[in-house]
C-alpha cells in the first residue's frame, strides 16, 4: 500500500505544527522519519492513521483519498510512542485484542499471538500485566499487538527507545526480516541514526512541519542538501567557503574566517555549484579526515594543513579530535595517541567534501561511488 499526504496542513492554538507537508511513501517501503523533538512526527503518523484530523490537505492509500475513512477502516497498525497498552489485560490478551475484533478465534488466534510474542522476544511475560513489565517489555508488546493483525501499513513512534543496545539489535534485525517477510509498508519514527541507516530504504527529514530533504539513507549522510539535514544527521563538518580558482576537475577554495590574516585555502572536487554562488557550504565526514604527526607523502589528492588538537573525547564507537586550522575547527576520527594541544598535520582528500546542496549539483563520478558505500 503507498501512502500520499499531499498539502497537510496542522495547528494548534494558532501554531503550526505541519506546514503544508508533502510526504509519498512507496508500497512496500520502509520509511523513516527523522527530526527534532517537537517537530511534527507523531502528528504526522497521527494523521496518517486518522486518529488527528488535518486542518487541510489530503491522505491517499494506495491511491485512494481515505481522509474521511476512521482509523478502524484504514488497516494500519501502530506502535504508540507511549505504547498505550490496555491496563487490565495481560500481555496476552493486548496481543490478542486486535485479532478478536476482526472475530478471529480458537487456535489461529493462539497460534499468532504466540508466533509474534516470540519474534519479539517477549513470550514469557505473557500472562504479566502492563504494570508488572519494563518499559522495553512494554515496548515489545506494542510491537506485538501491531504485527498481529497482519497490517497492510505499519506506523512506529520510536519504538525501540527504551530498549538498551543489545535487544535494540535484536529487536532492530527482527523488524527488518519481519518487514521483508510481510512486506508491510512501513514508516518509522526514530532520533537514531545507526536505526535509520539500517531500517529505512529512504529516509526524511522534518523541519518546520515540512519535508526538508527526503532520500535513501547512504544519499542522506553523504549528500544532505541544507545545514539543518546535515547537522541533524551528525556531520560536524561544515566549512564556509568561496571558490578563488576553478579547473577542469578541482577547484581552490578560501575558509572564510573573518579574524584570520591569511585565510587557509584548500583543493577540493569541482562541482558545478562552484560557478554559481560566492559562498558555499562544504561538509566533510570526521572519518575521512586524517590527523598525522609527521606527514612526508606528497600524494597530489591530498589536502595537507597544520593544526593544533584542541580536544579528545570518546564517545565509545571511537576517539573523535577536535583540530584548530587557523580559528576554524575540524572534526576527526582518530586511532592514534595523539595528545591535546599536539601540533598535527590534517589531511583529507580532495574528493572528501561535498557541497551542502544535495544531488542536484553532484559531479557524475561522485554519484557512481557514494552508491557503492
Ligand atoms: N493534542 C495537541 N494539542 C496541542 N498541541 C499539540 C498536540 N499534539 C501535539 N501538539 C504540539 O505539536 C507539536 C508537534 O508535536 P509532535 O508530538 O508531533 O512532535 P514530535 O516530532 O513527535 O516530537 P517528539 O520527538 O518529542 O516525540 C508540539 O509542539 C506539540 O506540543
Ligand atoms: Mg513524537
Redesign the pocket.
Known sequence: MSIVLKEISKS??G?T?LNNLNLEINQGEYHVLL??????????LSVMAGLTEQDSGSVSISGRNVSNLSPGERKIGFVF?DHALFPHLTVFDNVAYGLRVRRIKGHEMTGKVEYYLSKVSIEKEKDKFPHQLSGGQKQRVALARALVIEPEILLM??PMSSLDAITKEKVRDELKSIQQEIGVTTVY?T?DQDEAAFLGDRVSV?NNGRVEQIESPSELFYHPKTEFVARFVGIKNILKVSPVGINNHEATVQINNDGIEHPIRIRVKKYPIFEKRKTIDLCIHPEKVMLKREDQTSDSNMNRIRGKIVKRTNNGNGVMAIVDIGGTTLHAAISSDLKVHENVWVCFALDAAHPLCGKKCRAAETKRRCLKE
Open positions: 494548534y492554538d501554531r505544527v527530526g527534532p523533538s517537537g517537530g511534527g512526527k507523531t502528528t504526522t510512542q513512534d520510536e519514527v532520533h522534518l
